[in-house]
């Protein structure tokens, strides 16, 4: 009873105890009311047949990824056998080098995206092959015709043999994604077959020249769900099991962690065209261009050094231009501003990229560029990238 007292006030006599045993009785009810829904929530997680969204996802989309084996022939580097051992020569005596070609072997994964059994991959996938072996989802091998690849966009296009074809998936509208968004990948990484993981949209539209590849033009979605070798050219699903990205980059060493893929949207568009006419034709200008910000420009005027006097304002500074390049028959010279191309303002090189992406071969475009003091206009016709076909 001692213990009771101590809750009860001073003098309050027996119908202080009345008041604290009601009281006990409506604190349990409360917590009687607020149990219940996490049991039944405990319960129904328990129930047979009651899954997370991503295994529903995952369901809707595994029939459709399937797994790329290559194997190329390259010619065998020749090795001098003056650089082997003394000791071991003894031990072994003369080595037998051969020369000539040697095969290797390669995989990765790719996901059917129609009926007709077109497989949607990465280029470097298909590197230098024409012929794959294709394992489906539900273990059966298949021959495959390699009918396109860009290694510009790392797209490739794989088209299955056989009568009966598996399920293609759905595609989804990468334009729609938001920072945040589900982001499921799905392929064969290290082989090992129907790998599922599981992250989030952590970046959209970031430009594959900040990591390093100067040859690609893409703008990456990045996501934090894993993504190892193996895994390339297999999909980057959303929450409703729709593709949003064919995966294609891993970020490896120091800030591990980081994957990337390439958006549905772009694939979409170098689909048509690879199989309209078998590769993709990108215009180019043939410069090499830095950003330049007002910030740049001031500190490098400000230096007493400088040879020549930069604009201080935004846009893509020429640093250099192609021989016998559009750029240079349009009369481009190292130390331009870009300042607008078309209609469009650019404030940074990408902003160009993207405006020559959409251009024709062939045909005027308009760029306004700061010379010195000068304004001026310059008409440069895009033509095709050379070194692809």
């Known amino acids: 009873m001692s213990g009771v007292a101590l809750l009860m006030p001073v003098g309050s006599g027996q119908s202080s105890m009345v008041r604290f045993v009601r009281l006990q009785g409506i604190v349990a009810a409360l917590l009687l009311i607020l149990l219940q829904p996490m049991q039944a929530l405990a319960a129904s997680a328990a129930l047979p047949g009651s899954h997370s969204f991503v295994a529903d996802a995952v369901r809707d989309v595994a029939p459709a990824v399937v797994?790329?084996?290559?194997?190329?022939?390259?010619?065998?580097?020749?090795?001098?056998?003056?650089?082997?051992?003394?000791?071991?020569?003894?031990?072994?005596?003369?080595?037998?080098?051969?020369?000539?070609?040697?095969?290797?072997?390669?995989?990765g994964s790719g996901v059917v995206i129609d009926r007709?059994?077109?497989?949607?991959?990465?280029?470097?996938?298909?590197?230098?092959?024409?012929?794959?072996?294709?394992?489906?989802?539900?273990?059966?091998?298949?021959?495959?015709?390699?009918?396109?690849?860009?290694?510009?966009?790392?797209l490739a296009l794989v088209r299955l043999k056989g009568s009966t074809l598996p399920p293609a998936a759905r595609l989804g509208d990468s334009e729609a994604l938001e920072v945040g968004d589900w982001a499921i990948a799905l392929g064969t990484p290290y082989g090992l077959e129907r790998t599922v993981t599981l992250g989030i949209v952590s970046s959209l539209h970031r430009n594959i020249s900040s990591l390093g590849f100067s040859d690609k033009r893409l703008d990456l979605i990045q996501t934090d769900a894993a993504i190892n070798p193996g895994n390339s050219g297999g999909p980057?699903?959303?929450?409703?099991?729709?593709?949003?990205g064919i995966n294609t980059l891993v970020r490896s060493g120091p800030g591990a962690g980081l994957g990337f893929a390439i958006p549905i949207n772009l694939a979409r568009r170098v689909t048509d065209e690879l199989q309209a006419a078998g590769e993709v034709v990108h215009p180019y200008l043939g410069v090499q261009l830095i950003a330049l910000t007002a910030?740049?420009?001031?500190?490098?005027?400000?230096?007493?050094?400088?040879?020549?006097?930069?604009?201080?304002?935004?846009?893509?500074?020429?640093?250099?231009?192609?021989?016998?390049?559009?750029?240079?028959?349009?009369?481009?010279?190292?130390?331009?501003?870009?300042?607008?191309?078309?209609?469009?303002?650019?404030?940074?090189?990408?902003?160009?990229?993207?405006?020559?992406?959409?251009?024709?071969?062939?045909?005027?475009?308009?760029?306004?560029?700061i010379r010195g003091e000068r304004d001026l206009q310059v008409s440069v016709k895009p033509e095709p990238l050379p070194g692809l076909s």
């Open 295 to 369: 910030r740049i420009a001031r500190a490098h005027n400000e230096d007493p050094n400088a040879l020549v006097a930069l604009p201080e304002r935004a846009g893509a500074l020429v640093q250099s231009v192609l021989p016998d390049s559009p750029a240079q028959k349009a009369g481009l010279r190292r130390g331009d501003l870009v300042i607008q191309a078309g209609e469009m303002p650019i404030d940074d090189p990408q902003d160009l990229l993207q405006q020559v992406d959409r251009a024709e071969i062939n045909q005027p475009l308009s760029l306004s560029i």
């Open 236 to 244: 980057l699903v959303n929450a409703e099991g729709r593709v949003i």
């Open 116 to 154: 007709e059994g077109l497989v949607l991959t990465n280029a470097h996938v298909v590197e230098q092959v024409e012929q794959v072996n294709v394992t489906l989802a539900n273990g059966e091998q298949r021959d495959g015709d390699v009918i396109g690849r860009d290694p510009v966009t790392d």
């Open 67 to 107: 797994r790329i084996d290559t194997e190329r022939v390259v010619e065998r580097q020749p090795f001098d056998p003056n650089l082997i051992d003394p000791l071991l020569r003894d031990l072994l005596g003369e080595p037998s080098f051969g020369y000539g070609p040697e095969r290797q072997r390669g995989q």
